[in-house]
């Protein structure tokens, strides 16, 4: 089945600055690669995703990245903001209709 | 759009004792997730619905945990015997048209 791997788990930025969360995973058939925010208390939060016909997706401050030959796909934040503080998981699945495989997440903190 | 909705949102109970959680899903969305979530760790896949019929079932689904989604609307989630390993959050989530996967805020469940 599929494997996601997911780097790194806590990430400390400065307000203003760039964060990256990167996750690989295993198999080459998966076609779908959304990410989730997870607030303390709150389901996971589908904030973008990425179908694999694409290579890179931009929705405002956050950007997606996708590399199929080597399977792995990125979070890219930009002008980080207090807000942003929460739990990221990526995930993976054939379509965007099945189960997904997640990531173990990574703990992100904006430091003001 | 409501959202996807679950209930209770937190349960204590004792060993050996049934839980039943309720999902319900945004309306029109036919496919239905249940996944498992524990500290730390990303959601993992429990079983799915097309509809009314439950289509996949995950390993992790043992013989005393049982889902229904009766008229292809709600769902309902049952543990039977439960079991401190069962301590976990549970979370549902469904599909849009276009294949987005919406999660619900959970049912924390703690079994003493």
């Known amino acids: 089945g599929e494997n996601v791997e997911q780097h790194p788990s806590t990430l400390s930025v400065q307000e203003g600055d760039s964060a990256v969360i990167k996750c690989t995973y295993s198999?080459?058939?998966?076609?779908?690669f959304p990410w989730y925010k997870q607030e303390l208390g709150k389901g996971p939060q589908l904030i973008i995703d990425?179908?694999?016909?694409?290579g890179e997706k931009k929705d405002q401050r956050i950007a997606v990245t996708l590399n199929k030959t080597a399977k792995h796909f990125s979070l890219h934040i930009t002008e980080t903001q207090p807000e942003d503080s929460a739990v990221y998981f990526c995930a993976a699945s054939l379509r965007g209709n099945e189960k997904l495989t997640f990531g173990t997440g990574t703990r992100l903190t904006i430091i003001p | 759009d409501t959202g996807v909705s679950q209930d209770p949102r937190h349960k204590i109970t004792k060993r050996g004792q049934n839980v039943t959680f309720r999902c319900d899903p945004i309306s029109e969305h036919n496919r239905l997730y249940w996944y498992r979530q524990t500290l730390g760790q990303g959601p993992e896949f429990l079983t799915y619905f097309q509809n009314e019929a439950q289509l996949e079932k995950s390993r992790l689904l043992s013989d005393r945990f049982s889902a229904e989604r009766p008229k292809g609307s709600f769902s309902t989630l049952e543990i039977q015997r439960t079991e401190q390993g069962d301590s976990a959050m549970y979370l549902c989530?469904?599909?849009?048209?276009?294949?987005?996967?919406?999660f619900g805020p959970g049912t924390r469940l703690t079994v003493t």
């Open positions: 990425i179908r694999s016909n694409v």
């Open positions: 989530a469904s599909t849009s048209p276009t294949d987005e996967q919406y």
């Open positions: 198999d080459s058939a998966s076609n779908y």
